[in-house]
């Protein structure tokens, strides 16, 4: 059987004392969700792995949560590609922070953060900045 990697996480925007902003934010997100490839023409990032809620009162309170999840065949070795392509997702959308978790059969679970320094990321900005912490669980033999 071949290594399975699984990543999955969340998107967080900021929440606003302006309704109107807040349903622009949330509608722009979604579409560039609905823009995103489907089917066979992804290979790291693809529409069918998001998700949000899209009703204030049905999921949605204040905070926007946009979630995602893949089960990918050994992705860990081209991690950097599917970084590039997150950060590229995350470069075209709003929020305040992101978090990935990664993980692998053979090297443990990895949890990778994304914090704009401003405390909110509006599209097309730069302020990209990444944490990383990485945990390794593993079993002991006798």
């Known amino acids: 059987m071949e290594s399975e990697s699984l990543v999955y996480g969340c998107i967080r925007d900021w929440p606003s004392q302006d309704a109107g ?5 949330r509608s722009i997100n979604r579409r560039v969700l609905a823009s995103l490839p489907a089917g066979d ?10 998700s949000c809620c899209q009703e204030e009162g049905a999921g949605l309170f204040q905070t ?3 979630h995602f999840g ?3 065949k050994a992705v860990e070795y081209e991690w950097a590609l599917w970084v590039a392509e997150f ?17 692998t059969e053979l090297n443990g679970t990895h949890t990778f953060r994304w914090e704009s320094e401003r405390g909110f990321h509006s ?3 730069d302020d990209l900045r990444v944490r990383c912490t990485w945990e390794h669980e593993s079993e002991l033999r006798r």
């Open 21 to 25: 902003e807040q349903r622009l934010r």
């Open 41 to 50: 023409a992804w290979p790291f990032i693809g529409r069918d792995m998001f």
């Open 64 to 66: 926007q949560m946009i």
């Open 70 to 72: 893949a089960s990918y």
């Open 87 to 103: 950060e590229a997702l995350l470069k075209r959308l709003y929020w305040a922070s992101a978090v990935v978790h990664l993980e």
């Open 123 to 125: 599209p097309d900005e």
